[in-house]
């Protein structure tokens, strides 16, 4: 076994500009990101493209995938990663379900800490890239694994993005797996665009979206849907994160994060997609993170885990799973 190394990315040329969505990319020569760059008139014209030759490893890898799911939020603090994580270990509840979580959130990625598996490496072999596993039937691969330590920051532009999601797709050792659940940076970024153009062959089965109530947050996943829509990825629905508050004590409900416009439930009427449930907020699951503890686990009577199991079946129910 030896430490892993990033490669440089195959589909974005050297003198690309920061943002670039990649030359084999459907936004070729048309994004914002294009303006300006030199390779604009070839990209965005209709000559053929040279075959981004990571796609058919990508192709043979994720053949031992049955499904793939994006969670994508608008704004960054609103319990994405949390969810992928309660995901995750809800999934890997049944031991004969296999499950892996790849957090693609390269510049803040917490999925690691909210695992408990903060301190752990990636170690390679002959068969690739190894998971970090959480438990054995749960594994997970994140840069924050690569990381002397969890004060450095990543400071990468796009093109080294592109390349570190490339390897995570094409050379983790992922095995078969009943489900990934790819965790993705807040907003719609070049991460974004990679995972999409990267896994434009294998399929991606759907993205579930998080929110919190208030009108500032909603208004960035209506650009979430509208990326969802742009470039053909299904919206398996919408989960309301810090729903009111459910004192652990007296089980008084609250609201802190009022819905001032109608909160998740109007978002996702207007803009015809399912509501997949609410979460309360529950100062437990903040905890649970920090302690690196499965919620769901520890707290399986809180209102807000009965809520986590019931957004976790309906998304299996949407699925067909
Ligand atoms: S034109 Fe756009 S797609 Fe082509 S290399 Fe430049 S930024 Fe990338």
Same mark, same amino acid.
């Given at each position: ?16 500009p920061?943002?670039?969505p ?5 936004l ?6 294009c ?7 070839i ?25 793939k799911?994006?969670?994508l ?13 309660q995901?995750g270990w ?19 990625p ?13 170690h390679?072999s002959?068969?690739g890239?190894?998971?970090?596993y ?15 330590s969890?004060?450095?920051?990543v ?12 390897q ?5 050792d992922?095995?078969?797996l ?7 940076p ?11 153009q ?7 089965d ?9 009108e500032?947050a909603?208004q ?11 470039v053909g ?15 652990p ?6 609201q802190?994060?009022?819905p ?8 996702? @009427? %207007?803009? +015809? !997609?399912?509501? =997949?449930g609410?979460? *309360?907020?529950? $100062?437990?699951?903040?905890?649970? @993170? %920090?302690? +690196? !503890?499965?919620? =769901?686990?520890?707290? *399986?009577?809180? $209102? ?18």
């Amino acid at each position: 076994m030896t430490m892993v190394q990033v490669a440089d990315p195959l589909s974005v040329p050297e003198n690309a500009p920061e943002h670039c969505p990649g030359t084999e990319s459907e936004l070729a020569g048309k994004s914002e990101a294009c303006a300006g760059c030199e390779n604009q008139a070839i990209c965005a014209s209709n000559l053929p493209k040279l075959p981004d030759p990571s796609l058919p490893l990508i192709r043979d890898r994720m053949a031992n995938v049955k499904r793939k799911i994006l969670v994508l939020s608008g704004k960054g603090g609103v319990g994405k990663s949390t969810f992928t994580a309660q995901l995750g270990w809800a999934f890997a509840a049944d031991e004969q379900t296999q499950t892996g979580i790849m957090d693609v959130d390269i510049c803040g990625p917490s999925i690691p800490t909210i695992l408990g598996i903060a301190s752990e490496q990636v170690h390679s072999s002959s068969s690739g890239w190894s998971p970090v596993y959480v438990q054995d039937n749960l594994g997970v691969m994140s840069v924050g694994f690569m990381l002397p330590s969890a004060r450095d920051a990543v400071m990468w532009r796009g093109p080294k993005k592109n390349g570190l999601i490339s390897q995570f797709l094409k050379d983790v050792d992922w095995g078969d797996l009943d489900y990934l659940v790819i965790d993705t940076p807040p907003g719609t970024s070049d991460e974004h665009l990679s995972v999409v153009q990267f896994l434009k062959e294998s399929g991606i089965d759907g993205a579930v979206l998080i929110t919190t109530p208030q009108e500032v947050a909603l208004q960035d996943v209506r650009r979430e849907i509208d990326f969802c829509r742009k470039v053909g990825i299904r919206v398996l629905g919408l989960v309301e994160n810090m729903s009111g508050f459910v004192c652990p004590s007296c089980r008084t409900e609250s609201q802190i994060f009022k819905p001032s416009t109608g909160g998740g439930k109007k978002l996702a @009427a %207007d803009m +015809g !997609v399912e509501l =997949l449930g609410c979460v *309360p907020l529950d $100062p437990r699951i903040g905890k649970s @993170a %920090d302690y +690196g !503890v499965s919620f =769901l686990d520890e707290y *399986p009577e809180s $209102p807000a885990s009965i809520a986590y199991l019931n957004i976790i079946d309906r998304i299996k129910r949407i699925l067909g799973d």
